[in-house]
């Protein structure tokens, strides 16, 4: 069975920095592309941040570009969300997702595999 498990998430104050962290567990994530999505209450899964496979190419929302920075370490089945200059509007749930393809996808539905999530507070 394949697990997705977040950490990194907690309350920091606006102009801080966060770094998130997603290990997957269960199978080896080869030519698996891979994402980070949030959410908060009464509102849809938004798109944040993904990258392929070779980790060569990434993709943000407009929103958190030029602040946050993807990366992964396929030797360890693990990726990051690096998150700087956090903005109160950036307070939400986060989660890691996996695809099936080597090519990312900015799509929630596209993704095959889901963390549990991990709050992150950005206070004013």
């Known amino acids: 069975q394949v697990q997705l498990v977040e950490s990194g998430g907690r309350l920091v104050q606006a102009g801080g920095s966060l770094k998130l962290s997603c290990a997957a567990s269960?199978?080896?994530?080869?030519?698996?592309?891979v994402g980070w999505f949030r959410q908060t209450p009464g509102k849809e899964r938004d798109f944040v941040a993904a990258i392929n496979y070779g980790g060569h190419f990434t993709d943000y929302s407009d929103s958190v570009k030029g602040r946050f920075t993807i990366s992964r370490d396929n030797a360890r089945n693990t990726w990051y969300l690096q998150m700087n200059s956090l903005k109160p509007e950036d307070t939400a749930v986060y989660y890691c997702?996996?695809?099936?393809?080597?090519?990312?996808?900015?799509?929630?539905?596209?993704?095959?595999?889901w963390g549990q999530g991990t709050q992150v507070t950005v206070s004013s």
């Open positions: 269960g199978r080896t994530f080869s030519n698996v592309a």
């Open positions: 997702a996996g695809r099936s393809s080597p090519l990312y996808s900015t799509a929630g539905q596209d993704y095959q595999y």
